[in-house]
C-alpha cells in the first residue's frame, strides 16, 4: 500500500494537488477488515501530516543527480580525481541519508496515527499481514507466469489461478522471517519492520473491536471479479511490454471461439438460402420450360 501526490509542484504548492491512495490486490486476500484499518490509518496519517507533498520534489532530486553520476560514467569521468565525479557521489549520499531519515520518521510519526487510532494489536496484525500477502502473492504470480508461458495455458484470472507445481510454503514462510527480522539500512526509506512492531507493542493501545471487523476486506468492494480481470489485463500487459512474453487470456480466447462459431453459422446460413434460392431458381426454370415445351 502507498500513497501519492499528482497534479505537478504548482499544484501541491498551491494544495490542489490529487493525494492517491494504491491499495494492492493481492494483499486484500485473507485480510480482516479490523487489521485493514491499522493500515489503511497510517496511510491517511501521510495525508494528515502532509508527507506526500515533498514526496515528488525529492524524487526530482534523486532522478537528477542519477542522470548526472550516469553521465559521467558513460563520459569516461567517473574518476577519483575528478572535482566534478566526487562532489557528484557524495552529494548524492549526502542528500540520501537526509532525505531517507527524514522519510522515516514520518513513517514513525504515521504508525503512532494508526496506533492511536485503532490500537496496536490491529495495526501489528494489518502490517505482518501485508507483509506476509506480499511475499507470497509475489511467490505465486512469478509462478503462474512461468507455468502458463511454458505450458502455453490460457489465463482467466491470475489472483485465482492455482499453479501445479505451486511455490514453496517453507521458502515462503522463511522469506517472511526475513523480512520481519532484519536489520536497519541507512538508506532505507522506512524503519524496519521489527523496529515498527516493537513501537507498536510498546506503547500497547488498546482497542475495542467493532462490529464487522473480523469481514473480509474483499466485501467492502464491488465487484471482485470485474477488478480482478481488469488488474489480470493489465499484468498481462505489462508481461508483454516489459518482457516481450505474451500471456494467452482466457476470456479473449473464449470470444474470438464464440465469433468463430458465430461466424461458422452466419455462413452455413447464408449457404443454405444460397442453395435454397438456387433450387428454387432451377425449379422455376424447369416449369418454365415445361410451359414453353407444352
Known amino acids: 500500500m502507498a ?28 485480510f480482516r477488515v479490523g487489521a485493514l484499518k491499522g493500515v489503511l490509518a497510517h496511510e491517511f496519517g ?17 532522478r537528477s543527480m542519477l542522470q548526472m553520476l550516469v553521465s559521467l560514467i558513460q563520459g569516461g569521468a567517473a574518476a577519483w580525481y575528478n572535482t566534478a565525479w566526487f562532489f557528484a557521489t557524495k552529494y548524492h549520499q549526502v542528500f540520501l541519508r537526509i532525505s531517507q531519515g527524514a522519510s522515516r520518521l514520518k513513517e514513525v510519526l504515521d504508525d503512532r496515527w494508526a496506533i492511536t487510532a485503532y490500537g496496536s494489536k490491529p495495526f501489528v496484525a494489518g502490517f505482518e ?5 506480499s511475499i507470497e502473492h509475489d511467490a505465486y504470480v512469478q509462478r503462474t507466469v512461468e507455468e502458463v508461458t511454458s505450458k502455453n495455458y490460457a489465463l482467466a484470472n491470475l489472483f485465482t489461478y492455482v499453479p501445479e507445481t505451486p511455490p514453496d510454503a517453507g521458502e515462503c514462510d522463511k522469506a517472511v522471517r526475513e523480512a520481519l527480522e532484519r536489520e536497519a ?59 516481450a512474453v505474451v500471456l494467452r487470456r482466457a476470456a479473449k480466447q473464449h ?3 464464440l465469433r468463430a462459431a458465430f461466424l461458422r453459422v452466419f455462413a452455413t446460413g447464408r449457404a443454405s438460402r444460397h442453395a435454397s434460392v438456387t433450387s428454387s431458381r432451377k425449379s422455376s426454370s424447369s416449369t418454365r420450360a415445361r410451359s414453353t415445351a407444352m
Open 46 to 62: 501521510h495525508f494528515k501530516n502532509e508527507d506526500t507533498a515533498g514526496g515528488a520534489s525529492s524524487l526530482s532530486v534523486r
Open 185 to 243: 539500512d541507512e538508506y532505507d526509506s522506512h524503519p524496519p519492520p521489527k523496529k515498527r512492531i516493537e513501537l507498536a507493542r510498546a506503547l500497547h493501545v488498546e482497542h475495542t473491536s467493532e462490529p464487522g471487523d473480523d469481514r473480509d476486506a474483499w466485501e467492502l468492494l464491488d465487484d471482485r471479479d470485474g477488478l480482478e480481470a481488469r488488474l489480470t489485463d493489465r499484468v498481462c500487459d505489462a508481461v508483454a511490454e516489459n518482457h
Open 129 to 133: 499481514h501485508v507483509i506476509r500477502r
Open 3 to 30: 500513497v501519492y501526490e499528482r497534479g505537478g509542484a504548482i499544484a501541491s504548492a498551491r494544495g490542489r494537488a490529487e493525494r492517491c491512495l494504491v491499495v494492492g490486490a493481492g494483499v486484500l486476500r485473507g
Open 255 to 257: 470470444s474470438q471461439r
